[in-house]
C-alpha cells in the first residue's frame, strides 16, 4: 500500500519567524500595507500614529487552480459577488484582502470599488483583473476609502516577499488577538509538496460559512478543476464544523490556490495523490478551525422583534427569531454599537425570503436601510436607542403577496427567452408587445428583456444642446453624454417599461448592468469614450428575480473595472445575456421585417455559415450587421436565435407560438 507522510510545520499559533503561513507553498509572495482603514471609514482626516497593517497582497508566480466557497447569508458583500464571477475564469494569480470595512450593503458603490481594487491590483502586478480576488472584513454598511486602499495596494504590490506570509496573517485581523495560521508539507509519488494558510475570524463564526475569511495554498500541480471539488469537502470538515456565536456574516470566504510550483505530475481527481493531497489541506484547515473557536466572542440582550411584508406567518417569525437570537445584534445593542449592519446580516441568513431591493429596516422609529443601502442617520441617535430599556427593531422583508403561483404550461416551464426591446421597434406595437412578455410570464416561460433607447438619447442630447456623433453605428460617447445615456435609459425608458408590464398585469424590475452588477464591460476604444464591450455577465442578480416571478429589465450600460458606466450596444448586451443564462432563445426587435436577401426578400431560416457568408459578402449591411453578429454570437449557447418585426402587434407570440413564425431565425 503506498503510504504519504505529512509532517506539520506549525501549530497554528501566532505564527513566528519561521511560519510564513500563506507563502510557505512555493511560488506564493506577500506584501502588506497600513492605511487606516478602519479610521478613514470612521471619519478620521490622517492615518492614526502607530497604524497596523491593515491590507495585504498574495501573489502567485503561475496562475492557479482555485476553487471557493462564500457566505450562505443572502446579503453578500461586493467583494463575494466579484469573486464568484473571477473564479469562473479559473486563472487566478493575486489576492488583495483589507480589514477595517466590509464593503457590504454599500449598494452600487460598493460593487464599483471592489471592482476597483481588483484592476489597481492587476494594474501593478501587470495582470487582468479577473485574475484578482477580492476580500474585505470589517464594519458593515461604510463605503470604503478608496484612496487609503489605492496607496495600500500599490505599497503592497511593491513589498512582496515569500517572508510576509506571517505579516499577511496580522495583516486581515479585525476582532482576532492573535494571527491564525498552518503549514505543513506532503509526500506524495511525485515528490514533496507543501501547503499553507491563514484565517482570521473571531466573530460571525457558525456551520455553514460563517466572518470568517480562510485562505490555503499548495504548490502542488493539480488538474483543473481539482480545487473546486476539493474545497467544499474541506471546509465541511474543518470550518462548517464551528460554532461561535451563531452568525454567519455577509463576507465569509474560504479559498483554495494550488500553483504547480513544486513541479510534481499533474493530479488527478480519485487518485491516491489527491486523497494525500486533501488530507494535508484538511489538516492545515482544521488546525485553523480550532484557532477561531478559541478566539471567540459573544454577549446577550432582551429586544423587540417585528417583521412584516415576509411571504407567510411562519417567515415573518422565523425571520424575527433569527434576529432576537443573534449574538452579535445583542452585542451591538448591549454595548451601544449603532452597528445595524448585523440586524441586516441576521434577516439575511434567517431563511426567510427578502428582497434585499425593498427591504426597510428601523431601529427606535428610526430609518436605518431601506432601497438595498444605508440611509443617512443620526448615529448617536442610534446608540441612544440602544441604551434603552426595551429597543424595538421593525423589518419589512418586501416580499408580501409578490410571490404568486402562476399557471405553468409544462412545455415551457422554467425556460429562459431573452428579449432585446426599445428603440423605433417599440414605437407602433408598444402595449401589445409588453403584453405578449406578461403572457410568456404566464405560461412558465422566462422573459428577460435587454432595452436601448438610441432615439430618446438623440433626442435628450439635443435639448441638451449636445451633438450626437456616431462611428460604425456606434454612439461615441463623451462624459456628459454618458449622463444622458444613464439619465434616458435608467431614468426615462426603464421605468416606462417597468410601469407597463406591471399595468398589463405582470411583475417587473428595473435594473442597469451596473446593479449587482450585471455587466462588468472594458472600454472599446479611446476614441469612442465611454463605450464599452461586455467582459462578462452576472446572472445571479437576474436568475434571483426570475426566481421570484418577476421579468428583469435591464438598461445596456455595464460597470468597468475603473468604476466608471459605459455604453453597450443593446443587441450585444441581449447576446452576452443569453449565452450566460443558457437562454433557449435571443429574440431581437427591430423595425425592418428580418434579414433580407439578395432578392429583397426575407430570409426565414438562416444558417450560421450562411450569416458569415452573407456579411462576408456585402449582401447584409448597417444595421443588421451587429445584429446578425449578436445572434451568431448568442449560438455559442443558445439553441436558436430570431431577428423579427417589433412593429407587427403580437410579434412575439406570432415568433414563438405559430408554425410559420415571423421574421428570421438564425440556427447553427
Not at 426591446?421 to 406595437?429: D, F, I, L, R, S
Not at 436568475?543 to 438598461?555: D, F, M, Q, S
Not at 431577428?643 to 402587434?649: A, E
Request: aromatic letters at 4%; proline letters at 4%; one cysteine or more.
Amino acid at each position: 500500500m503506498l503510504q504519504h507522510r505529512v509532517r506539520l510545520r506549525s501549530d497554528g499559533g501566532s505564527g513566528g519567524p519561521g511560519a510564513v503561513a500563506v507563502t510557505f507553498a512555493g511560488g506564493f509572495r506577500a506584501g502588506t500595507a497600513a492605511c487606516g482603514i478602519k479610521a478613514f471609514t470612521a471619519g478620521a482626516k490622517a492615518i492614526p500614529t502607530e497604524q497596523k497593517s491593515d491590507l495585504c497582497v498574495v501573489l502567485s508566480e503561475r496562475a492557479c487552480d482555485t476553487g471557493g466557497v462564500f457566505t450562505t447569508n443572502k446579503v453578500k458583500s461586493a467583494s463575494v459577488v466579484i469573486d464568484h464571477l473571477h473564479l469562473q475564469h479559473n486563472r487566478v494569480r493575486a489576492l488583495v484582502i483589507n480589514s477595517g470595512n466590509a464593503n457590504a450593503c454599500t449598494g452600487a458603490q460598493g460593487f464599483k470599488d471592489a471592482l476597483l481594487m481588483a484592476k489597481l491590483t492587476a494594474d501593478n502586478l501587470d495582470l487582468d483583473p479577473d485574475q484578482v480576488l477580492v476580500s474585505s472584513t470589517g464594519v458593515i454598511g461604510r463605503y470604503m476609502p478608496m484612496q487609503a486602499v489605492r496607496s495600500g495596494i500599490e505599497a503592497a504590490c511593491a513589498d512582496l516577499d515569500a517572508a510576509h506570509g506571517d505579516d499577511a496573517a496580522r495583516a486581515i485581523m479585525t476582532t482576532d488577538s492573535v494571527p491564525k495560521t498552518s503549514s505543513l508539507e506532503v509526500e506524495l509519488s511525485g515528490g514533496r509538496v507543501k501547503i499553507g494558510g491563514m484565517c482570521k475570524g473571531s466573530g460571525m463564526i457558525h456551520p455553514n460559512m460563517a466572518t470568517m475569511l480562510a485562505y490555503i495554498t499548495t504548490d502542488a500541480a493539480v488538474a483543473p478543476g481539482l480545487m473546486a471539488a476539493m474545497v467544499k469537502p474541506v471546509a465541511d470538515r474543518s470550518f462548517n464544523q464551528v460554532s461561535v456565536d451563531g452568525d454567519s456574516s455577509t463576507n465569509d470566504t474560504f479559498l483554495l490556490l494550488a500553483n504547480g510550483d513544486a513541479g510534481n505530475r499533474p493530479i488527478t481527481a480519485g487518485s491516491p495523490d489527491a486523497a494525500a493531497l486533501q488530507a494535508g489541506i484538511v489538516e492545515v484547515a482544521q488546525i485553523m478551525a480550532r484557532s477561531i473557536a478559541r478566539d471567540g466572542e459573544g454577549a446577550t440582550k432582551l429586544i423587540t422583534v417585528r417583521v412584516g411584508g415576509a411571504a407567510s406567518d411562519s417567515e415573518a417569525s422565523l425571520a424575527a427569531r433569527s434576529v432576537a437570537s443573534s449574538s452579535l445584534v445583542k452585542t451591538a445593542i448591549h454595548g451601544g454599537d449603532p452597528n445595524w449592519g448585523r440586524i441586516v446580516c441576521a434577516l439575511g441568513y434567517s431563511g426567510a425570503e427578502m428582497a434585499i431591493d425593498r427591504l426597510h429596516l428601523s431601529i427606535g422609529g428610526m430609518v436605518v436601510f431601506e432601497r438595498g443601502g444605508g440611509v443617512e442617520v443620526d448615529l448617536g441617535a442610534v446608540r441612544h436607542a440602544f441604551e434603552q430599556p426595551e429597543i424595538e427593531i421593525v423589518a419589512t422583508l418586501g416580499i408580501g403577496d409578490g410571490i404568486e403561483a402562476l399557471p405553468y404550461i409544462k412545455r415551457f416551464h422554467g425556460q429562459i427567452v431573452v428579449v432585446k426591446v426599445g428603440g423605433k421597434a417599440m414605437e407602433q406595437a408598444k402595449d401589445e408587445t409588453l403584453q405578449d412578455v406578461v403572457l410568456l410570464r404566464y405560461v412558465g416561460m422566462q422573459p428577460v428583456l435587454v432595452h436601448g433607447g438610441g432615439p430618446e438619447i438623440t433626442a435628450m442630447s439635443e435639448r441638451l444642446g449636445l451633438v450626437p456623433a456616431f462611428k460604425n453605428g456606434l454612439r461615441v460617447t463623451d462624459e456628459k453624454t454618458m449622463e444622458v445615456v444613464k439619465m434616458v435609459l435608467t431614468g426615462k425608458v426603464s421605468p416606462d417599461i417597468v410601469a407597463s408590464i406591471n399595468r398589463l398585469g405582470g411583475q417587473a424590475v428595473g435594473m442597469s448592468g451596473e446593479d449587482g452588477p450585471c455587466i462588468i464591460a472594458e472600454p472599446l476604444g479611446a476614441d469612442m469614450g465611454f463605450v464599452g464591450r461586455v467582459v462578462q455577465v452576472n446572472q445571479e442578480p437576474i436568475t434571483a428575480l426570475l426566481g421570484r416571478g418577476y421579468v428583469p429589465v435591464i438598461a445596456s450600460i455595464g460597470l468597468g473595472y475603473d468604476g466608471h458606466a459605459y455604453n453597450i450596444n443593446a443587441d450585444t448586451v441581449a447576446a452576452e445575456m443569453a449565452v450566460a443564462l443558457g437562454a433557449a432563445k435571443l429574440i431581437l426587435l427591430t423595425d425592418v421585417p428580418g434579414v433580407r436577401g439578395v432578392d429583397g426578400n426575407v430570409v426565414a431560416v438562416l444558417a450560421r455559415d450562411d450569416a458569415r457568408r452573407r456579411m462576408e459578402t456585402g449582401e447584409v449591411t448597417g444595421g443588421m450587421i451587429p445584429k446578425l453578429e449578436a445572434c451568431l454570437r448568442s449560438l455559442d449557447r443558445v439553441p436558436q436565435a430570431h431577428i423579427i418585426d417589433g412593429r407587427v402587434p403580437h410579434s412575439l407570440l406570432l415568433e414563438l407560438f405559430t408554425e410559420a413564425g415571423i421574421g428570421t431565425m438564425v440556427t447553427l
